[in-house]
């Protein structure tokens, strides 16, 4: 049996070495970089720095300048430095990424201007769940009506299609202009960024329902009201949860964006403060968190949608 058929599913024990493997491969990657000299160690770490005088233990060179101070002192006569190959300072190790997960929600930040990282990514998700459900309150509607209604998607569609080209960062500074200088701006640039997509991508699921359902309806004398809220919504409810859990992840690429605008808060100031002291095993930690975060969600709304739509479950 092909395991790359066109449209196949794949075994359960087939299907989650694969899914391990989605995972094991990019981190075995990163651990060849990391642990094995000759693959990529542009740099030397000093660990004696013999008779260079601006050599420091634990200091990182390139490697051609490693190489010419160790001939000068060679043909000096002079103590010769010693070091081990190593990768640039921004391209922390798997364990050293690792401890700095577990300090980071155990080890108090050494200034008094950094916060926990657990206090950063709460106001992260602040914003992002505000920035959504405003977005999701006005732009599913709109989208359905659209998608249901040629009036509305003559009215609504038009506009949207030219404000979803413009940027949501150009936004920015307006947003503090008119909303302050804290959360809310942020929550402007998140509602900017999904809103107008949102609106489009919910219209053309509701574009996509089965013309036999509302021609039955309206045999059966269903008026606009009853079409709209009996069959519309309900038929295409599966398809709506699931361009949902797609857009919110949509929301979550604007956040770094965002958290730039007004005061500095969030993950993202706890990503720029930590590598402005290049402790770049923070940053890599924090990243990684962000990704953890999103895929949880996204796991645990697709556990819940398999719950409520159990006939989508094959599709």
């Not at 051609?64 to 043909?75: S, T």
């Not at 040629?150 to 404000?163: D, K, N």
């Amino acid at each position: 049996m092909s395991l790359i058929a066109v449209n196949k599913a794949l075994p359960a024990r087939t299907r989650r070495w694969v899914t391990l493997a989605s995972f094991g491969l990019p981190i075995l990657l990163w651990c060849l970089v990391s642990y094995v000299p000759f693959i990529w160690h542009p740099m030397v770490e000093i660990t004696a720095p013999g008779g260079v005088s601006y050599f420091r233990e634990g200091m990182l060179v390139d490697k051609p300048l490693f190489a010419r101070e160790f001939e000068n002192m060679a043909e000096q006569g002079k103590g010769l430095p010693e070091g081990n190959p190593a990768n640039p300072v921004y391209l922390p190790a798997p364990h050293e990424v690792a401890t700095a997960f577990y300090t980071a929600f155990t080890t108090e930040p050494a200034r008094r201007s950094e916060k926990w990282l657990h206090e950063s990514l709460w106001s992260s998700i602040q914003v992002i769940f505000w920035g959504f459900v405003l977005s999701s309150v006005i732009g599913i509607p709109l989208g359905i009506l659209a998608g249901t209604y040629h009036f509305f998607s003559r009215l609504i569609e038009p506009f949207i299609e030219f404000f979803r080209y413009l940027p949501a960062p150009a936004f920015g500074a307006l947003a503090v202009a008119i909303l302050g200088i804290y959360q809310a701006p942020k929550i402007a640039i998140i509602f900017i960024g999904t809103f107008f997509q949102q609106v489009l991508v919910v219209a053309n699921t509701t574009r996509k329902l089965d013309p036999s359902l509302l021609e039955a309806a309206q045999t059966l004398g269903a008026g606009n009201r009853s079409m709209l809220f009996r069959v519309v919504v309900p038929g295409i409810l599966p398809d709506l949860y699931r361009d949902t859990r797609i857009l919110l992840g949509w929301a979550w690429t604007y956040l770094i964006v965002a958290e730039l605008i007004g005061t500095s808060s969030g993950i993202t100031w706890f990503i720029t403060q930590q590598a402005r002291y290049k402790n770049f095993d923070n940053v890599f930690a924090a990243i990684i968190m962000i990704g953890i975060l999103g895929l949880t969600i996204d796991l645990l709304l697709a556990w819940l949608g398999r719950r409520l739509f159990p006939w989508q479950q094959g599709k």
